[in-house]
Antibody, heavy 120, light 108 residues
Framework: EVQLVQSGAEVKKPGESLKISCEGS????????IAWVRQMPGKGLEWMGN????????TYGPSFQGQVTISADESISTAYLQWSSLKASDTAMYYC?????????????WGQGTLVTVSS | EIVLTQSPGTLSLSPGERATLSCRAS???????LAWYQQKLGQAPRLLMY???SRATGIPDRFIGTGSGTDFTLTISRLEPEDFAVYYC?????????FGQGTKVEIK
């Protein structure tokens, strides 16, 4: 069974750093793109970026370039999303999702989400 | 970057009625790279359609995706109680992916 399991909720202060994770299981983690998606409170979905764990090829959305870092450790089938200096506006639910095999596939499996709260 | 505009923002319908959701792209795009997702309150999104018209695994045939170029439509032929949710379109054909802002289908 394919699963993406994300790390737990975080409460941080502005200026702190954070790294959240997304562990894949039940499939060949290296062979599928992983996307990160932000959902701010009461708002819609925003694509943040993608990573291909097999070669760490990474693409960022324009609003997120330079603001976050996406990485992956194929040895433990885990993708990461990290911030070096959080802002209150980073408060959101963050989802990881797998892009299905094949060029036309959408995001077929999703993690349960990690809620990040940034408050002084 | 392709901007996706969904309409209407909210659709108020009764169970058994037909729902028609629109997703318009800011420039022509391949229908191969248009997906629809359903999100219920407190849950992660779920893939409904990919390639504009292909249903994802386990998605009932009352969900129908059509469209090409700049105009795409998700039709729910007969609303079931579990279909009341928010629906998002997404394009993933270029290196920069985008989502529409969502359409909420609510019970009238």
């Amino acid at each position: 069974e394919v699963q993406l399991v994300q790390s737990g909720a975080e409460v941080k202060k502005p200026g702190e750093s954070l790294k959240i994770s997304c562990e894949g299981s039940g499939y060949n983690f290296n062979s599928y793109w992983i996307a990160w998606v932000r959902q701010m409170p009461g708002k819609g979905l925003e694509w943040m970026g993608n990573i291909y764990p097999g070669d760490s090829d990474t693409t960022y959305g324009p609003s997120f370039q330079g603001q976050v870092t996406i990485s992956a450790d194929e040895s433990i089938s885990t993708a990461y999303l990290q911030w070096s200096s959080l802002k209150a506006s980073d408060t959101a639910m963050y989802y990881c999702a797998r892009r299905g095999m094949g060029a036309t596939q959408g995001l077929d499996y999703w993690g349960q989400g990690t809620l990040v709260t940034v408050s002084s | 970057e392709i901007v996706l505009t969904q309409s209407p923002g909210t659709l108020s319908l009764s169970p058994g009625e037909r729902a028609t959701l629109s997703c318009r792209a800011s420039q022509s795009m391949s229908s191969n790279y248009l997906a629809w997702y359903q999100q219920k309150l407190g849950q992660a999104p779920r893939l409904l359609m990919y390639g504009a018209s292909s249903r994802a695994t386990g998605i009932p045939d009352r969900f129908i995706g059509t469209g090409s170029g700049t105009d795409f439509t998700l039709t729910i032929s007969r609303l079931e109680p579990e279909d009341f949710a928010v629906y998002y379109c997404q394009q993933y054909g270029r290196s920069l992916w985008t989502f529409g802002q969502g359409t909420k289908v609510e019970i009238k």
